[in-house]
């Protein structure tokens, strides 16, 4: 889940009047079908999110893995055009413990596929019971023309020789758990890091085991692989490149060292990477740069260590292992990063080797000794002769240095742990403490002219941040320390942007106090690297960086780049650029509409694609087929993604030759438009609320005739599902044109009145034909799941108005839900509503200002908008103020308008509340803190009110952990069940559950789960 006020969303006004309703098609649902339960949903597979889906280089196969919330995934790999699959189980993605990402990948040549097998769902869980006990991956080898399957087992990862596809490499865990990378930081372990590594020749079946490598990169085009070398003792440590090609390896450096961080250039002609050794007077390793290159023939090496620079390099720093070095584009620069220098604690003082070393004598030796001893007349006389027979002299020393050491120690006062809070702090201490691992890693950019042998620092504290731009001419720096302080109260984002020549590492100064009221207001530069596109007062300027002179190049344009529908507190934000042009003479932006090309020259800006504004009809955003793109190349068509604004339609156009067109345009929701890397072969998306979203692929550049070459949800049809969605429209009471997605319940009849569940974030009607895939959300809430059990769902959309967010909410959701009831399909009797965050805030807010609904869920809450504005957002570490002031919260600063902040906040207004509640609040909640929730619930419970708050230990903002997704999804469903059903409320609802009765009472539900 999204951080709270951190999402994306775009904030729309519409101005259109429609029609009050328009209907989408609507299937018949057979009414035999049972509802899907929340117990079935542990089973239900679907295609995963992220690295779920893969087309083949020469799009001839499409792969997809089908992953359960609790449970075992498959891949299936599908040929694309007939009807050959292969279906490989791969074990466990999360259930119970911590989710994986699938990794799968094509050979370039498109005759094998390989991809990891993770231990299954039941190993997981055994294992989580006996902590330590190891659970290695497998890797799986398909030959795609046989199903020839290839195991291989305890893989920590894997990769295919590139563009050469003659060999897969696989590197193993060790059984002494090496294998892994170092940490860096202020320094590595001496534990050696290297594991045997497989080399897989695809053709032969032979395999190559080559022992202690750390790291393992293939160029691009496959033909070079280089390795680090880390075994026990350091003991031959080294870099090696082989010729794949002719399997013949080269020892290129060899020491006592650490060497990582291997990077290839992007064209695969030159690799860098670190040099690590040990220097007792620090903490830190101090490392060197080195770099390999001339791959065409024998490759040689070029190495800078700062220790052999004693006049330039600063001697209170080394190169930094947080940062992979980079070798610039004409190969005639090494880039890397820096930072200090830790000294190495001294050793506490060292007993004598020899006097701690002597032998002493057993009990039988010392009893001899004091029977002997003559001396000895009293008892006092035997217990001194006792004490001095049990120390010799070199213990007495001992023990004499160590109550000196000791009395030392004792002295020493003990430090407090503590923070010092100043009001001129650049950022609060909780941001600091939160960013403090990553500035203990933060690495100064530098960099070494090998022709020159000469070292160059490009950043410091005066400059942190440099980003060079393309072709490695300059780079763009930026410096928001002036405005950090100013930043960290009120959100509003400034930063000096500085060019810094990376030849020479000269500075100049290129604007000043800079306003980036969002990302793409930043510097954007050219493929050429000798301009930047940058948005400033409501236009978008070009800077030439040679002459150092700036444009304007949108005054005369006739139309507006400022995202007027952005109804945060921020300044003339501008909407989508889209990225140069590859000839670095245009760029292209958006008027939230229409693609406009504008040319460097302010000569220009040119609508390309003409019907969106006129339409209504959104080119979204622009495809990126090409990974390899080096600008957009406007010789060859381009894809965008569309979007109608008032009728939720989706597709695809193409922009070719100055002309474009609607290659596909439907009732759906299409997206993920992808290209073959060796092939014109295309696949897409396509999803309903009514259909699974599954991927097609076509071989025209129209996208005709796509295939279907995936099946999602293959336990879909066995369950009641929703036959239809409804788009409302309405009108805020403010005034804005808006609309709602209603989606009707499984088995629904005309004429018939559902009870309803209002559910809102913000804007969120574009999702009327999103697919709600079966699952244990973080919020235990899915759309899906509750129109299968019965209920209509109604999702409207909010739009705000400055410093009424509560208020903003009334004005747009109750109004929204009058236009629904028209419909005929909700019973106004059975609403309820539900949301979570800033919609748990919504939620609570207008419970306090309508009895229109019969019960409630709010999540993770804001309560208290005073309290709260002067609270942590703990997850990052800085104040709720400065997002309340530039963000979501839509408010000024409360000493500016308190009236503002009572009249939006839920607890001022807690009397009127009528509403049945569920709270959800976790104790670790680092967005909204625990305490807004407990001051709502003890202010209900003061009242008299029927209030229920269910807190899950040690959770965040959303629940994470999979047993508490299950058991609050059912909790808040029993609670709308009881509340818009009628059903019979379960004991916890109400009664509530003792502290002494709670183990009891959650093995009992355990049990009713599974």
């Not at 005066?462 to 780079?475: C, D, E, F, H, V």
């Not at 509409?593 to 006129?614: C, E, F, P, Y």
């Not at 309560?863 to 002031?885: A, H, P, R, V």
């Not at 009397?911 to 959800?920: D, F």
């Amino acid at each position: 889940m999204k951080p709270l006020f951190l999402r994306n969303h775009r904030w729309i006004l519409l101005f259109l009047v429609v029609p009050v309703l328009a209907f989408s098609q609507t299937k018949t649902e057979s009414p035999s079908k049972p509802a899907l339960t929340w117990k079935d949903v542990a089973g239900f597979k679907s295609i995963a999110g992220f690295g779920g889906t893969q087309l083949s280089p020469d799009g001839k196969w499409f792969a997809s893995v089908l992953a359960p919330p609790d449970g075992d995934a498959d891949i299936v790999v599908q040929k694309v055009g007939d009807t050959t699959k292969y279906t490989y189980s791969i074990g466990s993605l999360g259930g119970g413990s911590t989710p994986v990402f699938p990794q799968m990948s094509f050979s370039d040549d498109a005759k094998y596929v390989a991809f990891k097998v993770f231990p299954k769902d039941k190993e997981k869980k055994a294992a989580a019971k006996t902590p330590g006990k190891p659970l290695p991956d497998k890797v799986f080898l398909i030959e795609l023309a046989t199903n020839k399957k290839t195991e291989f087992e305890r893989v920590k990862s894997f990769a295919f020789n590139g563009e050469k596809s003659s060999h897969l490499a696989l590197l193993l865990v060790s059984n002494s758990g090496a294998g892994t990378p170092p940490s860096g930081g202020s320094g590595a372990s001496d534990t050696p890091k290297g594991a045997d590594m497989l080399l897989y020749e695809l053709a032969s079946g032979k395999t190559q085991n080559i022992g202690n490598v750390a790291d393992m990169a293939f160029n691009k085009a496959g033909t070079w692989l280089a390795l680090t070398i880390d075994a026990a003792e350091k003991a031959g440590n080294g870099v090696h490149v082989r010729n794949m090609s002719t399997g013949v390896t080269m020892i290129l450096d060899n020491d006592k060292a650490r060497y990582q961080s291997l990077g290839w250039t992007e064209k695969g002609d030159a690799v860098a990477l670190l040099k690590g050794t040990k220097d007792e007077k620090f903490k830190n390793d101090r490392f060197a740069v080195l770099g390999i290159k001339g791959f065409d023939g024998v490759p040689s090496v070029t190495t800078y260590d700062p220790k052999a620079d004693s006049t330039s390099f600063p001697k209170d720093m080394t190169v930094s292992p947080n940062r992979t070095p980079f070798w610039t584009e004409d190969l005639t620069r090494l880039m890397f990063g820096i930072h200090k220098l830790e000294l190495a604690k001294k050793d506490e003082k060292k007993e004598d080797k020899k006097d701690s070393s002597a032998k002493k004598p057993s009990d039988t030796e010392l009893l001899a000794k004091l029977k002997a001893d003559s001396t000895i007349k009293t008892i006092d006389d035997l217990t001194k002769a006792i004490t001095k027979a049990k120390g010799s002299d070199s213990t007495k020393s001992a023990s004499k240095d160590g109550a000196k050491d000791a009395l030392k120690d004792d002295d020493k006062p003990e430090k407090p742990d503590m923070a010092i809070w100043h009001w001129q702090d650049r950022a609060l201490q909780s941001r600091q403490q939160v960013s403090e691992p990553q500035d203990k890693n933060f690495s100064f950019l530098a960099m070494y002219d090998i022709a020159a042998k000469k070292y160059i620092r490009l950043a410091d504290s005066a400059l942190r941040s440099i980003t060079p731009a393309p072709k490695y001419l300059y780079g763009i720096g930026q410096n928001t320390l002036p405005y950090d302080l100013q930043a960290s109260k009120d959100g509003q984002s400034f930063t000096d942007v500085v060019v810094v020549d990376l030849k020479t590492g000269n500075r100049s100064a290129a604007l000043e106090k800079h306003y980036v009221p969002n990302g793409f207001a930043n510097p954007q530069p050219s493929p050429d690297g000798t301009k930047f596109f940058y948005w400033a007062d409501g236009h978008w300027y070009v800077y030439d960086i040679a002459s150092k002179t700036k444009r304007n190049l949108t005054e005369g344009a006739p139309t507006s780049f400022v995202d007027v529908e952005d109804d945060h507190n921020v300044r003339k934000p501008p909407y989508d650029f889209y990225g140069w042009t590859s000839d670095s003479k245009a760029g292209l932006a958006s008027d939230g509409w229409d693609v406009w090309m504008i040319s460097v020259d302010g000569k220009k800006a040119q609508n390309l694609t003409q019907n969106g504004k006129r339409d209504k009809i959104r080119y979204e955003n622009r495809y990126r087929l090409d990974p390899d793109e080096k600008g957009i190349d406007m010789k060859q068509p381009q894809y965008f993604h569309i979007y109608g604004e008032w009728t939720k339609k989706s597709g695809f156009a193409r922009l070719d030759g100055g002309q474009t067109k609607q290659v596909l345009w439907e009732d759906a929701a299409l997206g993920e438009l992808s290209k073959a890397k060796k092939a014109n072969v295309y696949a897409f998306s396509r999803q309903s609320f009514t259909t699974p979203r599954n991927f097609h692929v076509s071989a025209s550049p129209e996208l005709t005739g796509a295939k279907q070459s995936s099946a999602n949800a293959p336990d879909f049809s066995k369950y009641a599902w929703s036959p239809g969605t409804r788009l409302v429209n309405y009108v805020s009471d403010k005034g804005d044109t808006l609309q709602g997605a209603l989606f009707l319940p499984a088995g629904y009849e005309e004429g018939k009145k559902y009870p309803t569940v209002v559910y809102y974030y913000e804007k969120l009607s574009q999702t009327l034909h999103n697919f709600s895939t079966p699952g244990y959300s973080g919020t235990g809430w899915n759309p899906g799941v509750y129109t299968s059990n019965g209920y209509a769902v109604f999702i409207p959309d909010i739009v705000y108005k400055l410093n009424d967010p509560g208020m903003s909410a009334i004005w747009c959701v109750l109004p929204a839900v009058k236009a629904a009831i028209k419909t005929g399909v909700i019973d106004e009797e059975r609403i309820g509503i539900h949301g979570h965050s800033w919609g748990g805030y919504q939620t609570c807010f207008l419970s306090t200002q309508t009895s229109m609904f019969k019960a409630a869920a709010a999540g993770a809450p804001l309560t208290d908008m005073i309290s709260m504005y002067n609270l942590i957002y703990k997850n990052n570490g800085i104040s709720n103020g400065q997002i309340f002031e530039a963000s979501q919260g839509r408010l000024v600063a409360p000493w500016d308008n308190w009236e503002a902040y009572y009249r939006n906040s839920p607890l001022h207004h807690v009397t009127k509340v009528t509403t049945p509640m569920l709270l959800l609040h976790n104790d670790a909640d680092g967005a909204v803190d625990f305490t807004q929730g407990v001051e709502f619930y003890v202010a209900l419970r003061r009242l008299g009110k029927p209030v229920v708050m269910v807190q899950y230990k040690g959770e965040n903002h959303g629940l994470a952990k999979l047993p508490n997704r299950k058991d609050y999804s059912v909790r808040m469903m029993e609670f709308f069940d009881v509340h818009l059903k009628g059903k019979p409320a379960p004991e916890w609802l109400q009664k509530g559950v003792e502290r002494l009765q709670m183990e009891d009472h959650l093995d009992k539900r355990a049990l009713m789960e599974d």
